[in-house]
């Protein structure tokens, strides 16, 4: 689980502008901070299947952001992949 003020250090990182809180890029920077929280507690529990099964989820829903990204606007999809240190 995020806290607020690690959503809020992601939603800096990757704005588009000052008010930005709900763009493409910033839902790809959340989910995968919960994925790389998710992942952090599946190597300390690795029995967890449910929280397996969100974790697959959460990773589809950030292929298909990053998808939709890569059509609408290259540009801020290469800036999102890069910041994010994700693979293309």
Not at 28 to 38: A, K, N, W
Not at 49 to 63: H, P, T
Request: hydrophobic content about 30%.
């Amino acid at each position: 689980m995020l806290t607020t003020r690690k959503k809020q250090n992601v939603i800096k990182d990757v704005r588009i502008h000052d008010t930005d809180t709900g763009s493409a890029q910033v839902q790809v920077g959340l989910v995968s901070r919960q994925i790389d929280e998710l992942a952090k507690h599946l190597k300390s529990n690795p029995k967890d299947n449910s929280s397996r099964r969100g974790l697959l989820k959460m990773v589809s829903k950030r292929r298909k952001l990053l998808d939709y990204l890569s059509h609408t606007n290259e540009k801020a999809y290469a800036t999102v992949v890069k910041k994010l240190g994700l693979k293309k």
